[in-house]
């Protein structure tokens, strides 16, 4: 009897259930039984899986999260999981693992592959879009519309109190997602990791706003994005900044602004609530073609791979590629977020 198991691991993210949906669907179709990982890798660990079939995945194409359930566990820091690892997928019989992650899951995957623990192909999932070896992965494009929407709903409120609204996103290591939603959304500022902040330059950019007649602005931070002063702002209490996730920076941000300009500033950290609800059309489709190419890629004995999405057409890529550095923002969209900056 043929087996493959898939799991899903790290962060959760719309369209993750699609990806299982699609697995299910077609591995049954090539003839094998497939086996659901629960809670990443911790379910290799406790040997916590069931099978899944057609009534276990009907009516999740639209559900956000994962049936399967996550963890961030990382088994490579402890021997005796990955002894535990080793024998609880030698017992399941299984051909091999699908699985369904970011950067670290993907990582994990390939250290165990290339030390005989599993055989494993991969499925890339992040919001912050910045896994190398695929134009997009799933779970972004539900991340920009919902960023996008929060943009939409913020204006009308800096408009009528004339404010300025900082947005900050996630994005620890690339700005796709700030990007993305602020040239959607009509952001007048879109401040990301790969360009470090000159804040003086964003004062003026506000002035020169309010000197026309805007007495409000729009300004999309990725929560990782480098600025002068972050992390060692507060006199009174050194070490709270220095403790503090990347999740304030959309607060200190808004802090300086206020404190250098006099103008009314608020901010609206969106976090968690951007990996959450359905899932757009866009990633539910792209979620079922990577997850049949997948099922196709295990067939075929291409272990050590990643299905990828490459000009719209789905592919493969080696697992080493996809994880060898991260995504960065592609400049021309910086360049055309500048065109409509408040300098202009």
Known sequence: MKKIG????????????????????????????????????LGLIENDMRVLDIKSTTGILDKGGTILGTSRVNPLNDEEQVKKIKDNYARSGMDALIVVGGEETIKIALSLHKAGVIR??????????????????????????????????????????????????????????????????GADIILIPEIPVNLEEVYELLRERHKRGKPFSIIVVSEGTKIDGYM??????????????????????AKVIEDNTSYETRVSVLGY?????????????????????????????????????????IRFVDMEEAVSH?????????????VFSTKH
């Open 326 to 338: 991260r995504k960065l923002v592609n400049m021309d969209l910086v360049e055309i977020a500048n």
């Open 273 to 313: 609530i951007l990996r959450g609800g359905s899932p757009t059309a866009f990633d539910r489709v792209l979620g079922t073609r990577l997850g049949v190419k997948a099922v196709e890629l295990v067939k075929e004995h291409k272990f050590g791979k990643m299905a990828s999405l490459r000009e719209n057409k």
């Open 232 to 253: 060692t702002h507060s006199s009174e209490t050194p070490s709270l900044m220095e403790k503090r996730r990347f999740g304030s920076v959309g607060e200190f941000l």
């Open 120 to 185: 494993a192909v991969a499925v890339p999932k992040s919001i912050d879009n910045a896994l190398s070896g695929t134009d997009y992965a799933f779970g972004f494009d539900t991340a920009v519309n919902i960023a996008t929407e929060c943009i939409d709903r913020l204006h009308t409120t800096a408009e009528s109190h004339h404010r300025i609204m900082v947005v900050e996103v996630m994005g620890l290591y690339t700005g796709w997602l700030a990007v993305q939603s602020g040239i959607a959304g």
């Open 6 to 41: 898939i799991m899903t691991g790290g962060a959760d993210c719309p369209g993750l259930n699609s990806v299982i949906r699609a697995v299910v669907r077609k591995g049954m179709q090539e003839g094998y039984v497939v086996t659901g990982i629960k809670n990443g890798w």
